[in-house]
Structures are given as structure tokens and as C-alpha cells.
């Protein structure tokens, strides 16, 4: 009697989003990248299931860009998270309780609060208990609805971000010195030292605009810039140690966090030994036609070659110490250049 061998394939999609369950590390292979620039960065977060990575990827780039000047210090995701809910339960209650109470967001957000809020260390208000804040967000709604008062809804509200993130501190000790928030932020990064910059031909190039996102609750506006221009320059500041914050599209099939590596996956093809060249038309189409969404943010903190010597970037994410380079991924050239929403870098960085 025949047997029939059956083979069941089990595919684990993974939802183009934030926040993300990080996957084991990937197969030990040999070295599939050869590095050509590491910038320093502090270690690996693990943002969990939040839709925080806007937050962790523009925190650890300013935290890479202050280690390029010889300052050692590590900032608080959870911080920011307990501003924006206050802030988004506030206009929630002001609204007459329309719409919605969200933590998504694309990084010029990040740059905002910190503008409005200073900044807090990492080690002083950081819950190890990793909050679930999109419930936590769900909770702060149904206790804004709940509340008569804007009074009652924020006393009631500073009891529930106590009890889920912890207690806030009132100030920042660093090195020896007593700081306010505030101060502390004065000391780390001043509002507008960092640009915000996009590529897309529906608005002039060297005019800025409102980035047509949904993640930009905020309505920020962002520098529009060629693409290659835009390449260029963010090449050339990771070569010259700065730092640069990638806000992205990674729904893409070819973007796989446990191998470690995005790329862009052709119908054709491409040489070997020749890059495909992605253009600003090519962007524009994707964009229009929701191809490239607003997924996710890291930081650029290298370039290297693969073996057939093509470019990649170096990227720190904070999915945790998974994956094969335990947190950190290589995006090719074409990927960045097709699938980027936006960049973040100084303006030293933009400058050179």
C-alpha cells in the first residue's frame, strides 16, 4: 500500500505595521555583508506591541548623533507615550468625544513633544513590564467618555498612566547635574535642529508640505526634495558618522526581519552585477497607488556591500535582539530609495 506523504507549509504573515512579535533569530550563515561604515548606537529596544517606533527610531537616532560628540545618555519612549495620551485624551474630551485617542505617528512627532515636553533618561522612567498601550489607549477613551469634567478625566487619567507606565519622575539627574525635562531636552537637542525631509513630485521640490499620511496626526510639514538629491545627502552623512531616521514602507515581500535584509523584489530581474535604477517616477507611482504605505521607522546607522558589492544601509530597529544580526537589518539601495516616506537627520548631517 502507496503512502502519501503530506507537507504542510505554514507562511506567518506579518502585518505591515509599528508595532511587531519579533521572530527567532534567523539560520547562522556565513557573512552576507561586508560594512563599510558603523556608527555608534546605543543598545537594541524592544518597542513590543506598541505603535512607538517613531519614537525609538528618532530617540536612537539622537542618542547615535550625541554619541558622535562624545555624550553618552539613553532617552525615555514611555515618556512621549504618556504626553501624546494625555495630549490626544485632552482634544478627545474637547471634541465632544469624537474620533479616536492613537499613539500612531511618523517621527516629526517625536521632535514636537520633545519641543513641548522635554525629555526624560531611559533608566529613570522606563516600564519593564512593557505596557500594552494599545490597550492602554482604549482605556483612556472609555475614561474620557466616562469623565464630567476635564478635571476628573486628567486627574483620572494621571492615576492610569501611573498605574500602567509607572510614576514621573519631576526631574532628570545625568552625570552628576539636576536637570528640569525641559532643561534636560535643552541640553540634548533644540527645537529645529533636525529636519524633517520628503521626496514627491506632487508638490515643488524646495517648498515643504504636509505630508498626505495618515500617521501625520500632527500635520507636519516636510522639505521636498529630489530623490537622488535626497540620497545622496543621507549617504553622505552616514559616512560622516551622523545619523540618519528612516520612516518606511516594509509590506513589501521582500522585507524580512529575521534574515535581516529588505530588498526589492523585481519581476524582472535585475544583472548581478548592476543595480536597478529606481526613479523619482517610479516613487511617485507607488506612492499614488498605496504601494508604499507609512509602516515603520528605524535608524540608519551604516552602510555596507553585499557580496556582489551592492549598497545597503545599515539599520538599528527596536523589534528586540532577534532576527540574524540580533536587531539590526540591511535595507538595499533600491528599497530606501523606493520605499522611503521620509528622512529625519540634524542639520550638521544635512549640511555636512
Not at 490626544?88 to 465632544?96: G, H, I, K, L, M
Not at 540620497?231 to 534574515?259: K, L, Q, T, Y
Request: aromatic residues 10%; proline residues 4%; glycine residues 6%.
Amino acid at each position: 500500500m502507496n503512502k502519501m506523504l503530506s507537507i504542510i507549509v505554514l507562511a506567518v504573515v506579518v502585518l505591515a505595521s509599528c508595532g511587531h512579535r519579533a521572530s527567532k533569530t534567523g539560520k547562522k550563515a556565513g557573512r552576507e555583508f561586508v560594512d563599510e561604515v558603523v556608527i555608534k548606537t546605543t543598545p537594541v529596544k524592544n518597542q513590543g506591541r506598541s505603535p512607538l517606533c517613531w519614537a525609538y527610531a528618532m530617540l536612537a537616532t539622537i542618542e547615535s548623533e550625541r554619541l558622535m560628540m562624545g555624550d553618552s545618555l539613553e532617552l525615555s519612549p514611555d515618556y512621549y507615550a504618556r504626553m501624546l495620551l494625555s495630549d490626544e485624551a485632552r482634544t478627545y474630551f474637547f471634541s465632544r468625544r469624537q474620533g479616536q485617542i492613537s499613539l500612531r505617528g511618523t517621527s516629526s512627532m517625536l521632535l514636537n513633544l520633545l519641543s513641548a515636553y522635554g525629555a526624560q533618561s531611559y533608566t529613570a522612567y522606563h516600564n519593564e513590564r512593557a505596557t500594552n498601550y494599545n490597550v492602554l489607549a482604549r482605556k483612556a477613551r472609555r475614561l474620557a467618555d466616562a469623565s464630567p469634567s476635564l478635571a476628573k478625566m486628567e486627574e483620572r487619567m494621571a492615576r492610569l498612566l501611573d498605574d500602567h507606565i509607572g510614576f514621573l519622575p519631576r526631574r532628570v539627574f545625568m552625570h552628576g547635574a539636576t536637570y528640569t525635562p525641559a532643561q534636560f531636552a535643552e541640553s540634548v537637542c533644540l527645537p529645529g535642529d533636525y529636519l524633517s525631509l520628503t521626496s514627491f513630485t506632487h508638490h515643488p521640490f524646495g517648498k515643504r508640505f504636509v505630508l498626505e499620511v495618515p500617521d501625520n496626526q500632527m500635520r507636519d510639514s516636510f522639505m521636498n526634495v529630489p530623490i537622488d538629491t535626497l540620497m545622496f545627502r543621507v549617504e553622505r552623512a552616514i559616512r560622516r558618522g551622523h545619523p540618519v531616521c528612516w520612516e518606511g514602507d516594509i509590506s513589501e515581500p521582500g522585507f524580512n526581519f529575521g534574515e535581516g535584509r529588505a530588498v526589492v523584489v523585481y519581476r524582472q530581474r535585475p544583472p548581478f552585477n548592476k543595480e536597478q535604477t529606481i526613479t523619482q517616477a517610479d516613487r511617485q507611482r507607488a506612492f499614488e497607488r498605496l504601494e508604499t504605505t507609512d509602516d515603520h521607522c528605524m535608524e540608519l546607522c551604516g552602510l555596507a556591500r553585499d557580496r556582489r558589492g551592492r549598497k545597503y544601509f545599515l539599520a538599528k530597529n527596536s523589534w528586540g535582539r532577534a532576527g540574524r544580526y540580533r536587531g539590526f537589518m540591511y535595507l538595499s539601495d533600491d528599497y530606501v530609495k523606493l520605499k522611503t516616506i521620509a528622512f529625519y537627520m540634524s542639520k550638521t548631517a544635512w549640511e555636512g
